[in-house]
Structure formats: C-alpha cells, structure tokens
C-alpha cells in the first residue's frame, strides 16, 4: 500500500515567522507532488505543485522536493494567522490518475 | 462562476435509505473524482471517471454506484445508507490526460449524516 506520512500536528508558529511543514512517501516512482490547503469546513485547495527536486517559490510559500529521501516539504514565510488551516500533501499513486493524501497537518498561526 | 460544483451541500437522512449527489464542473477537465472524507480528515479516492469511462474503482462497497452521463458530470448514488457512510465527500476534477500533470481541483463538498 503507497503511503504518505504526514505529522498531524497542531503546528504552532507565531505570527510572521516561518512555517514548515513535511511530507514523507513511500512509492518511489512518484513524479507528481502536491500541496493542499484545507480550512475547516471547507474543500482542499490546490496551493503547490512540484515536479522537479529542489525548491519551487510562488509569493511566500516555497515547496522543496528530494527524490531521493523522498521527502517534500512546504515553508510558508511570514506566517499570518488567516494561513491557520490544515495541510495536506498529496502524491500521484501507481495510475496517473490518481493522488494519494497524506492525513494533514494542521497549522496555527498565533497573532 | 463555481468551477466544480456539488450538490446538495448537506444531506441528513436515516439508516437503509437511498441518495444521490451531484457534481459538474465547468473547467473543461477530462477526468472527474470522487472522493471520501471522514471524521479524521483522511482524504480517500473512491472513483475516478475519465469522459464517462470509469477507471479507478478503489475498494468501496457495491452500495456505492457513480454514473457520469457526460465529462462535466459525475454523480454518486449510495443504496441502504448505513452511520459508517456519514462523512464529508467531494468531487474533484483534472486535465488528465491530456494535462501533464494530475492537478485536480475540488468541490465545496457535501456533508452526508446517516441517523
């Protein structure tokens, strides 16, 4: 079974500091990673994608990815508390259809 | 201008009945899904219709019975409704597999609670 280890946290961070979270996965052929950001009560909404191993930035979230150890990774800076929600990472599985999510980590961002 | 949207958004009913939800999206995407979300927030893929042809079909019970009349529709009947259906699912839909990669976007999501 293809897995994706994510710690459930709550993660507590103050306001404007940097939050980073992790993902880890088992299938080693995974090409396509993904981050979701989930509100409480409200669907996951695509917030990252990356392909490649190393970082990828957009504004003030930065995703890195490390084939090898099968990690990746999302740091948000300035951390605000409107960014409190839970965190999903999400893994293409063995068909290019379908993702595999992690259980979410959720984020609090203390003003 | 809902890109995919779902229908109802909360749906109370008892054990043993049966219901449906609905979903379109109005992306252009190719690929819809559905998936379970329970009380722990797990995120679970049930189904997967790529232009009205299934083709993921995880472990779920036969009571569960999609139908995709066409690409921008997926729907999810559910027959003798039992507590442990009660959890939150969404439709999602993708580019796959013209798209070059598997980004799928989501529904608001419909509250099931079976009394």
């Known amino acids: 079974q293809k897995e994706v280890e994510q710690n459930s946290g709550p993660l507590s961070v103050p306001e404007g500091a940097i939050a980073s979270l992790n993902c880890t996965y088992s299938?080693?052929?995974?090409?396509?990673f993904f981050w979701y950001r989930q509100y409480s009560g409200k669907s996951p909404e695509l917030i990252m994608s990356?392909?490649?191993?190393g970082d990828k930035e957009d504004g003030r979230f930065t995703a890195q990815l490390n084939k090898a150890s099968q990690y990746v990774s999302l740091l948000i800076r300035d951390s605000q508390p409107s960014d409190s929600a839970t965190y999903l990472c999400?893994?293409?599985?063995?068909?290019?259809?379908?993702?595999?999510f992690g259980s979410g980590t959720r984020l609090l961002v203390r003003p | 201008d809902t890109a995919v949207s779902q229908t109802p958004k909360y749906l109370v009913t008892q054990m043993g009945n049966d219901k449906s939800i609905k979903c379109e999206q109005n992306?252009?995407?190719?690929?819809m899904y559905w998936y379970k979300q329970d009380s722990k927030k797990f995120l679970k893929i049930m189904f997967s219709?790529?232009?009205?042809?299934?083709?993921i079909n995880e472990t779920v019970p036969n009571r569960f019975s999609p139908k995709s009349p066409d690409k921008a529709h997926l729907n999810l009947h559910i027959n003798s409704l039992e507590l442990g259906d009660s959890a939150v699912y969404f439709c999602?839909?993708?580019?796959?597999?013209?798209?070059?990669?598997?980004?799928?976007?989501f529904g608001p999501g419909t509250r099931l609670t079976v009394l």
């Open positions: 999602a839909s993708s580019q796959r597999p013209t798209g070059r990669h598997n980004e799928q976007f």
């Open positions: 299938d080693r052929v995974s090409q396509s």
């Open positions: 990356i392909y490649s191993n």
């Open positions: 999400a893994v293409e599985g063995d068909s290019s259809y379908k993702l595999i």
């Open positions: 992306l252009g995407h190719d690929t």
């Open positions: 219709y790529n232009n009205k042809e299934l083709i």
